[in-house]
Antibody
């Protein structure tokens, strides 16, 4: 069965960076894009971008351009999302999610990683 | 960016009610629309894609309609386990924007 398992909660200071991992299993990792999304406490969902595990190609929401980097390691079926220059309003639950194919909707989600930014 | 506007933001209803949530896109998105359900404290779950196609395993009381700019999620007979926040998302173009959510309460 498809599973996406994310790394654990993080607490970071303003200005720092955070790197969240997402380990996939139960399907061919290379064949389906991975999306990253976030949800601030009590707020709605926000799409951050995707990565094509096959070639490492990425597409980022303009809001995050210059601060976000999405990478992958195909040898261990794991995708990563790094967000830099953290601010307090970056405090959120971050999710990875498997695309139906390539740049469409998402059909399986990770359990989420809570990132808290606080001085 | 395409703006997605959901209404209402909050929807009190009774068990057995027919519930309709609407989602409007700021420009045409064909049928590139998905609906997600997020129960309190849980991960979002895909309900419907391509505006009207039910994801495998989703109860048939859920349905979707629409194309272009106007869409709807319909729950034909509300059940207690349907208490959740529902989000629409367009995937016609990046960024894949979400509506603000509709909180359905019994």
């Amino acid at each position: 069965q498809v599973q996406l398992v994310q790394s654990g909660a993080e607490v970071k200071k303003p200005g720092a960076s955070v790197k969240v991992s997402c380990k996939a299993s139960g399907y061919n990792f290379n064949d389906y894009y991975i999306h990253w999304l976030r949800q601030a406490p009590g707020q709605g969902l926000e799409w951050m971008g995707w990565i094509n595990p096959n070639n490492g190609g990425t597409m980022y929401a303009q809001k995050f351009q210059g601060r976000v980097t999405m990478t992958r390691d195909t040898s261990i079926n794991t995708a990563y999302m790094e967000l830099s220059r953290l601010r307090s309003d970056d405090t959120a639950m971050f999710y990875c999610a498997k695309d139906w194919l390539s740049g469409y909707y998402t059909d399986y989600w990770g359990q989420g990683t809570l990132v808290t930014v606080s001085s | 960016d395409i703006q997605m506007t959901q209404s209402p933001s909050s929807l009190p209803a009774s068990v057995g009610d027919r519930v309709i949530i609407t989602c409007r896109a700021s420009q045409g998105i064909s049928a590139y629309l998905a609906w997600y359900q997020q129960k309190p404290g849980k991960v979002p779950k895909l309900l419907i894609y391509a505006a009207s196609t039910l994801q495998s395993g989703v109860p048939s009381r859920f349905s979707g309609s629409g194309s272009g700019t106007d869409f709807a999620l319909i729950i034909s007979s509300l059940q207690p386990e349907d208490v959740a926040t529902y989000y629409c998302q367009q995937y016609n173009s990046v960024p894949h924007t979400f509506g603000g959510g509709t909180k359905v309460q019994i």
